[in-house]
């Protein structure tokens, strides 16, 4: 049976590479991102393991509070004398102190260099203390005072070699210094496409306003003395605030902001391919359903050789795992062309990922085949069990078909079940209260799986009238988009065809009525068949919509929120729209003639009733730049929190119990306790608070806090927004070429354009599994077609052309598509509307345009689906059709 | 006959055969109360025009339909009363199938088609019997063929081998020359009547071709869902005359 079994797979190559190849694509890219982030892993590991190969001990500022890895609140600076102290100690054999902190390198066209949004690191280097030193020199000279070290990459793509002058800006004003040689980190010359600078301790110090501090000091083990004794030693001279870790821990540490980007990538990435794998297994269902209703006979004649249903069922699903197998084994090397791809887009883009080579762990294959085989396997069952109905009596019928179920009847109720316990899943996740994220989000997609589920076995009751209303407008659309391309492809085409000697029908635009009528008819006769394809295209769709109409929900609370709260004339934010900025680009904008009023939002952390939670801090400016929407207090006590009055959002005051006149305490990062006192509760405006849950004064907030920073900073001018208004700030500015001056409503897009692009991202992931449906729509078309050889022999007979028949194909094809995205934009919009008014940040807006364009891709789809098997059809001899068995 | 000889249990031993379709004012009566009994060793004709109730009457015998009312006993096996998975058993045993349409199976090879009742049974050919079976349908140099590659003829010298090579208790046809030119009809006729001789290989043929029936031991006539009359071995033109006196045209 397993020879048969194989043989029939041999026997149907075609049809079992089209049924696969859903699995193909989603395995593919399920390995492509482990292969990917486990490369990405492996090298940051080697960069942070070389960071420390001749340490055995890292000393590092401690934060008070468990701040988290989002770059807001650095650890703090200490003392610069704790270095003298722990070189003296006799266990320690070597010591060196170093500062690190942002620094922009400024391009010979006056605009800071930046790769691909990757950071600018700048750090002090000894190289009296080479062993110490992570960077290594490639050609001219370690920095002397003043000077700069810089990376081959910025040095070779800048047009800067040793000896130029570049502008260097970190938390002051730029300056200008001399380039004193190129460097590599360790042996990879870019990391992520982070610029480097290097600077001697001094410099580096006065850059980084850390004069007399140090961020880190590495320490080697005097030899004859254990690691262990040194640490000891170190411990006991350790002042607060401070911390020390063996290298090991250390590199772990730093690695720890990128391992958890690259796990939440990672994530992020295999959702996307678990979908492309359902819509696949949605695929191979259809597929083996069909191909097993033509097989009737074949297993008929089997159970009338004696087979029994047992090893009817094992034949099916024997099939489906090898099929899987192979299409798993296909998807993982796939996946390493996929992550060679993702590397080369990434560094395209500038934003070089480091690599040291593929990491292609056991993991990769294990996880790989076993999600192919499972998924094959599972969406083999129903067809497999069909298969097993077959009653041997079949085998002497002629034309016998696949009777129904004895369970056919149930199947609506069945389906419908399923889409309510999908949409009730769905409801408990997201009106139930405290939830876990984890438990939140099974539930969701739990739900959502079921609700795809239900709704495609429902689909086929739709299919009739859908159709119908579907027929005149696939008719249309097709007309209306071969009418666009008709002078641009299809006359070329059939010139190019006329110039070779072939006799080709001149390209018609108009539809073919007898043809596409035919068409018509037979998307209804069969639908199952109709509504198991297009639940593949639904699902897609479902999708790209719930994308399409949450990012249109979001966008438009967002720029209310904007419009509500800012209104001021200029916005000054970095280049790349969201890093903050240091204080003195605001003071700068202070002192521009025309400047009426500044206020700055500094952002960080703080722990407050045993959490750490966001804060930020306003100055006395404030009220006349910013409006906050006033449970209590006013607008007046936003200028005058002095040191211990704070401001709260509504959501924070009614957890902790907050009001007027409360007191509270709050730790600060530096580990200072402030006694707070509520001056205002405001309520956070829908489309998200800019403002952390206890806003300060910023006299408060710059004497806790060790390195403040800016997350908006806020410009009145004279005159309002003018064009020179704008190239005075601008002006003003170019000493912080990291920084610029926006209008409100080019603030206003900046913000918007990250959600598009975010947008953009996860409708490239989705056209993955419109791709798959696509090739779910070919495979149904063409096992139609093997079966209704001997019908379309007929029609040829009577006189339809291989034009006709092409387009008899295609119309079906559209037909099926529409169906499927109709109901696809449905759920997506029920979707929506559920996450909607679950979600203050969202509001329900359907984004028209997008839908349009989502129907015409559908139809694009249905098209290009049907080319292929309309050739096939068009290619059938009427004669042998009809001969046929 | 009847309760002299009791020991002999007849192959197959049907009786009082009922099988309608559909329910009430549009029911149709397939068979309307026909007994059957299949001797051993015989190659036994069913006769009838197309409506008669021949084919019903096979899938009944061979346990692929179940009678409205009756039974149907192989090899002193009551079936219409048996579960799936003791029919199937059964079949491994007792029924081999040669059809109108072969139905080979496209990808295996000749062989491959041959052997699969006992690949499906699980068990071993007895080498020296296929080689025998195999000589005898003149298959020997067209084992690794694949059915497409074969004439009609041989598709179906290929389906009767199928059928002899588990040794069933019973060969059913069903119109196994339905689908042949009458030369190549005329082969495999032969061939069928030689497995009865040498193999003594008992055989039911439904058919409605009198040069198929007159191979038979025993000719069986069934019109209107009842047998109608019973011959011995006749020729083609005894044949002809009956059905032209029982109007069965």
Same mark, same amino acid.
């Given at each position: 049976?397993?020879?048969?079994?194989?043989?029939?797979?041999?026997?149907?190559?075609?049809?079992?590479?089209?049924?696969?190849?859903?699995?193909?694509?989603?395995?593919?890219?399920?390995?492509?991102?482990?292969?990917?982030?486990?490369?990405?892993?492996?090298?940051?590991?080697?960069?942070?393991?070389?960071?420390?190969?001749?340490?055995?001990?890292?000393?590092?500022?401690?934060?008070?509070?468990?701040?988290?890895?989002?770059?807001?609140?650095?650890?703090?600076?200490?003392?610069?004398?704790?270095?003298?102290?722990?070189?003296?100690?006799?266990?320690?054999?070597?010591?060196?102190?170093?500062?690190?902190?942002?620094?922009?390198?400024?391009?010979?066209?006056?605009?800071?260099?930046?790769?691909?949004?990757?950071?600018?690191?700048?750090?002090?280097?000894?190289?009296?203390?080479?062993?110490?030193?992570?960077?290594?020199?490639?050609?001219?000279?370690?920095?002397?005072?003043?000077?700069?070290?810089?990376?081959?990459?910025?040095?070779?793509?800048?047009?800067?070699?040793?000896?130029?002058?570049?502008?260097?800006?970190?938390?002051?004003?730029?300056?200008?210094?001399?380039?004193?040689?190129?460097?590599?980190?360790?042996?990879?010359?870019?990391?992520?496409?982070?610029?480097?600078?290097?600077?001697?301790?001094?410099?580096?110090?006065?850059?980084?306003?850390?004069?007399?501090?140090?961020?880190?000091?590495?320490?080697?083990?005097?030899?004859?003395?254990?690691?262990?004794?040194?640490?000891?030693?170190?411990?006991?001279?350790?002042?607060?605030?401070?911390?020390?870790?063996?290298?090991?821990?250390?590199?772990?540490?730093?690695?720890?902001?990128?391992?958890?980007?690259?796990?939440?990538?990672?994530?992020?990435?295999?959702?996307?391919?678990?979908?492309?794998?359902?819509?696949?297994?949605?695929?191979?269902?259809?597929?083996?359903?069909?191909?097993?209703?033509?097989?009737?006979?074949?297993?008929?004649?089997?159970?009338?050789?004696?087979?029994?249903?047992?090893?009817?069922?094992?034949?099916?699903?024997?099939?489906?795992?090898?099929?899987?197998?192979?299409?798993?084994?296909?998807?993982?090397?796939?996946?390493?062309?996929?992550?060679?791809?993702?590397?080369?887009?990434?560094?395209?883009?500038?934003?070089?990922?480091?690599?040291?080579?593929?990491?292609?762990?056991?993991?990769?294959?294990?996880?790989?085949?076993?999600?192919?085989?499972?998924?094959?396997?599972?969406?083999?069952?129903?067809?497999?069990?069909?298969?097993?109905?077959?009653?041997?009596?079949?085998?002497?019928?002629?034309?016998?078909?696949?009777?129904?179920?004895?369970?056919?009847?149930?199947?609506?109720?069945?389906?419908?079940?399923?889409?309510?316990?999908?949409?009730?899943?769905?409801?408990?996740?997201?009106?139930?209260?405290?939830?876990?994220?984890?438990?939140?989000?099974?539930?969701?997609?739990?739900?959502?799986?079921?609700?795809?589920?239900?709704?495609?076995?429902?689909?086929?009751?739709?299919?009739?009238?859908?159709?119908?209303?579907?027929?005149?407008?696939?008719?249309?659309?097709?007309?209306?988009?071969?009418?666009?391309?008709?002078?641009?492809?299809?006359?070329?085409?059939?010139?190019?065809?006329?110039?070779?000697?072939?006799?080709?029908?001149?390209?018609?635009?108009?539809?073919?009525?007898?043809?596409?009528?035919?068409?018509?008819?037979?998307?209804?006769?069969?639908?199952?068949?109709?509504?198991?394809?297009?639940?593949?295209?639904?699902?897609?769709?479902?999708?790209?919509?719930?994308?399409?109409?949450?990012?249109?929900?979001?966008?438009?609370?967002?720029?209310?929120?904007?419009?509500?709260?800012?209104?001021?004339?200029?916005?000054?934010?970095?280049?790349?729209?969201?890093?903050?900025?240091?204080?003195?680009?605001?003071?700068?904008?202070?002192?521009?003639?025309?400047?009426?009023?500044?206020?700055?939002?500094?952002?960080?952390?703080?722990?407050?009733?045993?959490?750490?939670?966001?804060?930020?801090?306003?100055?006395?400016?404030?009220?006349?730049?910013?409006?906050?929407?006033?449970?209590?207090?006013?607008?007046?006590?936003?200028?005058?929190?002095?040191?211990?009055?704070?401001?709260?959002?509504?959501?924070?005051?009614?957890?902790?119990?907050?009001?007027?006149?409360?007191?509270?305490?709050?730790?600060?990062?530096?580990?200072?306790?402030?006694?707070?006192?509520?001056?205002?509760?405001?309520?956070?405006?829908?489309?998200?608070?800019?403002?952390?849950?206890?806003?300060?004064?910023?006299?408060?907030?710059?004497?806790?806090?060790?390195?403040?920073?800016?997350?908006?900073?806020?410009?009145?001018?004279?005159?309002?927004?003018?064009?020179?208004?704008?190239?005075?700030?601008?002006?003003?500015?170019?000493?912080?070429?990291?920084?610029?001056?926006?209008?409100?409503?080019?603030?206003?897009?900046?913000?918007?354009?990250?959600?598009?692009?975010?947008?953009?991202?996860?409708?490239?992931?989705?056209?993955?599994?419109?791709?798959?449906?696509?090739?779910?729509?070919?495979?149904?078309?063409?096992?139609?077609?093997?079966?209704?050889?001997?019908?379309?022999?007929?029609?040829?007979?009577?006189?339809?052309?291989?034009?006709?028949?092409?387009?008899?194909?295609?119309?079906?094809?559209?037909?099926?598509?529409?169906?499927?995205?109709?109901?696809?934009?449905?759920?997506?919009?029920?979707?929506?509307?559920?996450?909607?008014?679950?979600?203050?940040?969202?509001?329900?807006?359907?984004?028209?345009?997008?839908?349009?364009?989502?129907?015409?891709?559908?139809?694009?789809?249905?098209?290009?689906?049907?080319?292929?098997?309309?050739?096939?059809?068009?290619?059938?001899?009427?004669?042998?059709?009809?001969?046929?068995? | 006959?009847?309760?002299?000889?009791?020991?002999?249990?007849?192959?197959?031993?049907?009786?009082?055969?009922?099988?309608?379709?559909?329910?009430?004012?549009?029911?149709?009566?397939?068979?309307?109360?026909?007994?059957?009994?299949?001797?051993?060793?015989?190659?036994?004709?069913?006769?009838?025009?197309?409506?008669?109730?021949?084919?019903?009457?096979?899938?009944?015998?061979?346990?692929?339909?179940?009678?409205?009312?009756?039974?149907?006993?192989?090899?002193?096996?009551?079936?219409?009363?048996?579960?799936?998975?003791?029919?199937?058993?059964?079949?491994?045993?007792?029924?081999?199938?040669?059809?109108?349409?072969?139905?080979?199976?496209?990808?295996?090879?000749?062989?491959?088609?041959?052997?699969?009742?006992?690949?499906?049974?699980?068990?071993?050919?007895?080498?020296?019997?296929?080689? $025998? #079976?195999?000589? @005898?349908?003149?298959?020997?140099?067209?084992?690794?063929? !694949?059915? &497409?590659?074969?004439?009609? =003829? +041989?598709?179906?010298?290929?389906?009767?081998?199928?059928?002899?090579?588990?040794?069933?208790?019973?060969?059913?046809?069903?119109?196994?020359?339905? $689908? #042949?030119?009458? @030369?190549?009809?005329?082969?495999?006729?032969?061939?069928? !009547?030689? &497995?009865?001789?040498?193999? =003594? +290989?008992?055989?039911?043929?439904?058919?409605?071709?009198?040069?198929?029936?007159?191979?038979?031991?025993?000719?069986?006539?069934?019109?209107?869902?009842?047998?109608?009359?019973?011959?011995?071995?006749?020729?083609?033109?005894?044949?002809?005359?009956?059905?032209?006196?029982?109007?069965?045209?």
């Amino acid at each position: 049976m397993i020879k048969f079994a194989l043989q029939g797979l041999l026997a149907r190559k075609l049809r079992t590479a089209l049924t696969a190849i859903g699995v193909v694509l989603g395995v593919a890219l399920i390995s492509g991102t482990y292969v990917l982030t486990d490369s990405i892993t492996s090298a940051f590991d080697s960069i942070f393991t070389q960071n420390y190969k001749n340490t055995d001990a890292a000393i590092t500022g401690k934060n008070a509070i468990d701040a988290s890895e989002d770059g807001t609140v650095p650890a703090p600076p200490f003392d610069a004398g704790l270095l003298a102290k722990v070189r003296g100690l006799p266990q320690v054999g070597a010591a060196g102190g170093a500062v690190s902190g942002e620094a922009q390198l400024i391009g010979k066209d006056g605009k800071s260099i930046v790769f691909g949004g990757a950071p600018n690191l700048g750090f002090s280097v000894d190289p009296t203390l080479p062993q110490f030193n992570s960077l290594t020199l490639v050609s001219g000279a370690w920095p002397a005072g003043d000077q700069v070290v810089i990376d081959t990459k910025t040095a070779k793509e800048k047009g800067f070699t040793t000896g130029d002058t570049i502008g260097v800006q970190a938390r002051g004003a730029a300056e200008k210094m001399k380039i004193s040689g190129l460097v590599e980190f360790g042996a990879v010359s870019s990391i992520g496409g982070a610029t480097l600078a290097g600077f001697d301790l001094g410099t580096a110090q006065r850059l980084f306003d850390k004069t007399g501090k140090l961020d880190q000091i590495l320490i080697a083990t005097k030899s004859g003395t254990s690691e262990q004794q040194m640490l000891d030693a170190v411990r006991q001279i350790l002042p607060t605030a401070t911390q020390v870790r063996t290298a090991d821990e250390q590199a772990k540490e730093d690695a720890a902001g990128t391992s958890s980007f690259l796990s939440f990538l990672q994530t992020f990435l295999l959702v996307f391919g678990g979908i492309a794998l359902f819509v696949g297994s949605f695929v191979i269902a259809n597929s083996l359903s069909i191909t097993i209703a033509q097989r009737t006979r074949e297993f008929a004649t089997l159970r009338t050789l004696g087979a029994s249903r047992r090893q009817i069922l094992s034949t099916v699903v024997l099939e489906a795992l090898v099929t899987g197998f192979v299409a798993a084994v296909a998807g993982l090397f796939l996946g390493l062309a996929i992550a060679t791809g993702l590397f080369k887009l990434f560094d395209a883009v500038g934003f070089t990922l480091p690599n040291n080579g593929l990491v292609f762990r056991t993991r990769t294959i294990v996880v790989a085949l076993i999600v192919g085989v499972v998924v094959t396997v599972l969406a083999s069952l129903r067809p497999a069990w069909r298969a097993t109905r077959v009653p041997p009596i079949a085998a002497v019928r002629e034309g016998a078909t696949l009777a129904p179920g004895r369970l056919n009847r149930y199947r609506p109720v069945g389906a419908a079940l399923l889409a309510a316990g999908g949409i009730a899943l769905v409801l408990v996740g997201l009106f139930a209260d405290g939830l876990s994220t984890k438990t939140l989000l099974t539930l969701l997609g739990a739900g959502v799986l079921l609700l795809f589920i239900g709704i495609a076995l429902f689909s086929s009751r739709l299919v009739r009238p859908l159709a119908t209303v579907a027929d005149p407008i696939a008719r249309w659309s097709v007309v209306v988009l071969t009418a666009l391309i008709w002078p641009f492809v299809l006359v070329p085409l059939w010139l190019v065809r006329r110039l070779f000697g072939r006799r080709t029908e001149f390209p018609g635009v108009l539809p073919d009525g007898p043809a596409v009528a035919i068409g018509g008819q037979n998307s209804r006769r069969d639908p199952h068949r109709t509504a198991s394809t297009a639940a593949a295209l639904m699902i897609g769709l479902a999708l790209v919509t719930l994308v399409a109409t949450l990012g249109a929900g979001l966008i438009r609370p967002f720029e209310q929120a904007v419009d509500g709260i800012f209104s001021a004339d200029y916005a000054i934010t970095a280049q790349n729209n969201f890093s903050p900025l240091p204080p003195p680009v605001a003071a700068e904008v202070a002192k521009v003639p025309g400047v009426q009023k500044v206020t700055s939002v500094r952002g960080g952390q703080a722990k407050a009733f045993g959490k750490t939670i966001t804060i930020t801090a306003v100055d006395p400016q404030a009220p006349e730049l910013l409006t906050f929407d006033w449970r209590s207090g006013s607008q007046a006590s936003l200028g005058e929190l002095g040191t211990d009055g704070a401001i709260v959002d509504a959501s924070y005051a009614d957890t902790h119990a907050l009001v007027l006149g409360s007191r509270f305490p709050m730790q600060t990062a530096t580990g200072k306790t402030l006694q707070l006192q509520v001056k205002g509760v405001f309520r956070p405006p829908a489309g998200g608070s800019p403002f952390g849950n206890v806003t300060i004064s910023t006299a408060t907030f710059d004497a806790t806090t060790s390195q403040p920073l800016n997350i908006y900073t806020f410009v009145n001018m004279s005159g309002g927004v003018t064009a020179a208004n704008t190239a005075t700030l601008n002006d003003a500015l170019s000493t912080f070429p990291n920084a610029k001056a926006l209008t409100r409503d080019e603030f206003k897009k900046a913000q918007t354009d990250s959600i598009k692009s975010i947008l953009n991202v996860l409708y490239v992931l989705l056209a993955l599994s419109v791709l798959v449906s696509l090739f779910g729509i070919v495979n149904t078309l063409v096992l139609t077609v093997f079966e209704r050889t001997r019908e379309l022999g007929m029609l040829r007979a009577i006189g339809l052309t291989r034009g006709q028949v092409k387009k008899m194909i295609r119309q079906e094809s559209v037909i099926t598509a529409l169906i499927g995205a109709v109901i696809g934009i449905a759920l997506g919009l029920l979707l929506a509307s559920l996450l909607a008014a679950r979600l203050d940040e969202i509001s329900f807006t359907i984004p028209v345009a997008q839908l349009v364009i989502f129907a015409v891709v559908s139809v694009v789809v249905g098209i290009f689906a049907a080319i292929w098997p309309a050739r096939r059809a068009a290619k059938l001899d009427p004669l042998e059709a009809l001969q046929y068995e | 006959m009847e309760g002299t000889v009791t020991q002999v249990v007849e192959v197959v031993d049907a009786k009082d055969l009922v099988r309608v379709y559909g329910e009430g004012d549009t029911a149709v009566h397939a068979l309307r109360g026909v007994g059957v009994r299949i001797e051993p060793g015989q190659l036994t004709a069913v006769m009838g025009p197309s409506g008669s109730g021949k084919s019903t009457l096979m899938h009944i015998l061979a346990g692929l339909d179940r009678p409205t009312s009756g039974s149907v006993k192989i090899d002193g096996i009551e079936i219409t009363t048996l579960g799936d998975d003791a029919l199937t058993k059964l079949r491994r045993q007792h029924i081999g199938f040669i059809f109108q349409f072969f139905n080979l199976l496209p990808m295996l090879t000749a062989r491959d088609n041959i052997l699969l009742p006992l690949t499906i049974a699980g068990t071993k050919p007895d080498p020296e019997f296929f080689d $025998n #079976l195999v000589d @005898r349908v003149g298959l020997a140099d067209r084992l690794e063929h !694949r059915p &497409s590659e074969l004439s009609g =003829g +041989q598709q179906q010298r290929v389906a009767i081998a199928r059928a002899l090579v588990s040794r069933p208790t019973v060969v059913f046809a069903d119109e196994p020359t339905g $689908n #042949l030119d009458s @030369r190549t009809s005329g082969e495999i006729l032969k061939l069928m !009547r030689s &497995s009865v001789d040498e193999y =003594g +290989q008992t055989t039911v043929m439904v058919t409605h071709d009198a040069k198929a029936a007159a191979m038979a031991d025993r000719v069986l006539y069934l019109a209107d869902g009842e047998i109608v009359k019973e011959t011995g071995r006749s020729n083609q033109h005894e044949i002809l005359q009956i059905i032209d006196t029982l109007d069965l045209q």
